[in-house]
């Protein structure tokens, strides 16, 4: 199926072929061409430009067969890369959340048996069929939203056999959804109350029963654990990780959300994907980051939504470091997947430009899951995912005007959603 999307007002987020993430200074560029035209062709971008370019012209005379999508004067997007989301839930904790209105911590609610271990209760009844459809309505609403690709972990099951659940639930949701789905496996996401005392043997049963059966079942794409005060210990951690690695499974990991945990150092020492969360993060920290591939994400809403400290972004930024963000979906501590609230939290509460929030949510966020050679930006031969906005200025409005979805036409591998 070939088309072509005219009358665009601006079309944003083009990158090179060979740039899979933008860093420091590079993220406050984004870019753009204005009255343009994208040719998309079997699912993929195979071409863009103004519409006064003479091959603009010459493919419109030749291929009268050509379907046309009239922009409307938007602006053309490439789709957001949530990089970090825990979608698959069985009911939300709206309970808790007042609580937490009430002054109780997320430590104090986890430490009673809320929190995670109230999800997790919850999974544990719940069918494969019940979580494929409650997860599906969640990525109807994420793709109007103007999310393309989306990494989605396990870590609410938390034994053995409803952590596979878990999995199945997202390899059935990657095999019927238009989106890049990516699975996470995140059995150290808490210890469950009869392992209290005894966190090593689940670590152990991490190790030497959950990794070898989703490995053998190719369940999942990389492995996390929530390495932090109150949770899994870095030697912990360390002992997931290397264990994961061995099966091929890449690292993305929770980390200094609550304390300086060390987190981001065991991250980085196994070459992780991402480190993710990271309100506690100092110079130490940067300093190592810095000389790695491992990319900073940000979950804007979870801090947002705990009224916790925020990440240093904008001092990352500064270091030189690349930074991503992504929306933490989630019940407990960011119940909301629109990554457009995430790309005005990133210029309200971490003050990001319009241009730098693009970047890390849309080719950082790709990068953080390891999709930037397919997605993440406007470039010949990745895919055809972008959304077309309402009429308006300029990106700036993006996160100016926030709150409301304000898409208009949404496109994931060249098909309108
Ligand atoms: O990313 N921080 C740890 N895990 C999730 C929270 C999950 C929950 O509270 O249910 C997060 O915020
Ligand atoms: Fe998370």
Known sequence: MELIVNNIKELLGIIDEDVLLVKGSDMSKVNRIKDAYIYVKDGLIAGFGNVEDSSYKQLL??????RLIDAEQGLLIPSFCDAHTHLVFASSREVEYVDKIKGLTYEEIAKRGGGILNSAKAIQ????????????????????????????????????????????????????????????????????LDYRGRQHEYVDMVINEMIPMVA?????????????????????????????????LRAKIHANELALSGGIQVGVKYNALSVDHLEFTGEEEMKVLLGSETMPLILPGAAFFLNMPYAPARKMIDYGLPVAMASDFNPGSSPSGNMQLILSMASILYRLTPEEGLNATTI??????????????????????????????????MPYYYGTNKINKVFIGGVRQ
């Open 61 to 66: 005379q030749e291929r009268t067969d050509l």
């Open 125 to 192: 009844s719940a069918s494969e069929e019940e979580l494929f459809d409650s997860a599906w309505l969640r990525l109807q609403e994420i793709i109007e939203m103007g999310t393309g690709s989306v990494e989605i972990k396990s870590g609410y099951g938390l034994t053995t056999e409803a952590e596979l659940k878990m999995l199945r639930v997202i390899r059935k949701l990657k095999e019927k959804s238009p989106l890049t789905i990516k699975a996470n496996f995140l059995g150290a996401h808490a210890v469950p």
């Open 216 to 248: 053998a079942e190719d369940l999942a794409d990389f492995i996390d654990v929530f390495c932090d005060k109150g949770f899994f210990t870095v030697e912990d951690t360390d002992r997931i990780l290397n264990a994961g690695m061995k099966y091929g």
């Open 364 to 397: 950082n966020g790709a990068y953080a899951m390891d999709v930037s050679t397919e997605t993440g930006s406007i470039t010949i031969g990745k895919k055809a995912d972008f959304f077309i906005t309402k009429p308006m200025s300029g990106l700036e409005y």
